[in-house]
């Protein structure tokens, strides 16, 4: 099945906001899942893992749309490109680290998708509305899980609150990442497809730092006049295809089994 | 050195409305609301599932498999079983 696009949007910039999406879902999924057999406690390592999956569930759901317009499969994006023409922002690439940086990382993450998905669900777009009220319902559960982890971890004793607190130290400048402007965005605002990386960063600054506060994690935010000021550099270049060494170490391994055989029917 | 492991939760888990819970199985959590969350990935992710209830195994008062007695039926009491009675299906009490 393929779809058109409304031809008053900007096709080029829909497709780049639907890549960075799926990319997004694509390599923290597959992070997560390094995790299997290896968390801290058997129900933990059930519980990352099902969230590993549904992150590349849902990566497959935003390559379908992407295949919708475009023609080109999922396995293609995800098996048959270079890691250099990946839009994923660089947090979703690093390498797993202790499970307190995972479990920063991941809540960050699903702030993040509270926000954008919560913002979709009012998109021009009438796809990108329809799958974000479907996602968002998993999203919920991964939010409460990872914000369980961090609400009990933050301050229950003095090791976990130390790795945590060097999770938020080394992720938080990563998760700005995210939020890196894509190109075409202004187009994309103008016509009502989504508010844009500034309007869903100051939401995500708004969930984030009361929470982690709470949490007795220290935030490199300020607040001015009600918002919430970050000044420290984001850890951009991402969505301009810029990438490090640890995307380049992640598609070789997720891609390792298909370019054995890329014509195999499995 | 300090205990560090957590308490194991008794998961009770229901798959119609109206139905009995039953017991599943157990899980580990720090707390009531961590084990429904994690009684939720492992036992209602495949079966159908409208509810559950976690119980610490701690609020759990058991009888001992060493005390045959509690159990035991010295006298014939086979007059006092309602045979002579067809119970419902209380499975499906809508249809009736």
Request: aromatic share 8%; glycine share 6%.
């Amino acid at each position: 099945m393929s779809i058109d696009l409304p031809s008053s949007l900007p096709r080029e910039s829909v497709l780049s906001l639907i890549l960075a999406l799926a990319d997004d879902e694509l390599m923290l999924g597959h992070r997560d899942s390094e995790w299997t057999g290896h968390s801290p406690i058997l129900e933990e390592d059930i519980a990352f893992s099902n969230i590993a999956q549904d992150e590349l569930g849902h990566s497959l759901v935003w390559y379908s749309l992407y295949e919708q317009l475009t023609g080109k499969s999922p396995d293609a994006m995800a098996f048959e490109r270079s890691w250099s023409e990946f839009a994923c922002c660089h947090f979703v690439t690093y390498p797993k680290g202790d499970f307190g940086y995972t479990v920063v990382r991941q809540y960050l993450f699903d702030e993040a998708e509270q926000a954008r998905l919560a913002a979709f669900e009012q998109s021009t777009l009438q796809s990108l509305r329809e799958i974000s009220g479907k996602l968002i319902r998993e999203e919920a559960y991964h939010l409460l899980h990872s914000k369980g982890l961090v609400e009990r971890l933050g301050d229950a004793t003095e090791e976990s609150h130390r790795h945590m607190q060097a999770g938020v130290d080394q992720a938080f400048p990563q998760a700005l990442g995210m939020f890196e402007k894509l190109e075409g965005e202004d187009g994309l605002i103008e016509k009502g497809v989504f508010p844009g990386n500034d309007a869903l960063k100051r939401e995500w600054l708004d969930r984030v730092v009361p929470m982690l506060t709470s949490a007795k994690l220290t935030v490199p935010a300020s607040q001015t006049n009600g918002s919430h000021i970050v000044d420290i550099k984001p850890d951009d270049g991402g969505r301009k295809k810029s990438h490090t060494q640890h995307l380049k170490q992640l598609v070789d391994d997720l891609q390792q089994v298909y370019r054995i055989a890329p014509k195999a029917k499995w | 050195m300090t205990d560090t492991q957590w308490d194991t939760y008794e998961v009770f888990h229901q798959t119609k409305k109206g139905d009995a819970h039953i017991h599943v199985g157990s899980v580990h959590a720090p707390d009531p609301q961590m084990a429904l969350q994690m009684a939720r990935d492992q036992f209602a992710r495949r079966l159908k599932c409208v509810s559950i209830w976690v119980v610490n195994s701690k609020d759990v008062t058991a009888t001992d498999y060493q005390d045959d007695d509690f159990f035991a039926q010295i006298t014939d009491k086979s007059y006092r079983d309602p045979k002579a009675f067809e119970a419902p299906d209380k499975e499906s009490p809508d249809e009736h």
